[in-house]
């Protein structure tokens, strides 16, 4: 349904509230000096607080892992191969320039490690996710050869 009205475009100076018609208003090519961008967003820098979360995280992941175990030893060495394996993936990271790197313990269920980067390949996700796990198979195998080359 159209009309035969015709509808005019009205331009508002909001310091003045001037209101202009559209087509009084003068475009033309813009100076450079007459362009105001606004600041560009800056992120606050926290990796004292990454890290205090990261400490805290692993105190109260030996709280509770040393009130389920009631056993300092096999705490630790839980403690142990979960900080060896999240430290694959937090070298890894480190490697591929990620910013605000932090390992959180999860009690009861291990740890993980966080971190951003704008662009990240698949080549290096891969690399990431292997480098876990990487560090336990290769001490696995050295303990087995050592093992089996003593009997």
Do not use: C
Not at 28 to 33: C, E, M, T, Y
Not at 69 to 81: A, M, R
Not at 136 to 141: D, K, P
């Amino acid at each position: 349904m159209q009309s035969d009205s015709y509808r005019e475009i009205i331009l508002v100076n909001f310091e003045t509230m001037e209101q202009i018609p559209a087509s009084s208003y003068e475009t033309g090519p813009v100076a450079q000096g007459d362009v105001e961008y606004p600041p560009k967003y800056q992120k606050q820098e926290q990796p004292g607080n990454i890290w205090m979360k990261s400490v805290m995280s692993l105190g109260l992941y030996l709280l509770l892992g040393y009130y389920i175990f009631h056993n300092f030893d096999v705490l630790l060495i839980i403690t142990g191969i979960v900080v060896l394996h999240e430290m694959g993936h937090f070298l890894a990271m480190k490697f591929f320039r990620y910013k605000d790197l932090g390992i959180f313990f999860i009690p009861l269920l291990g740890a993980y490690v966080s971190g951003t980067k704008r662009e990240v390949s698949e080549k290096q996700s891969a690399i990431i996710l292997l480098a876990g796990p990487l560090p336990g198979i290769i001490i696995g195998i050295v303990l087995y050869m050592i093992d089996k080359g003593g009997q």
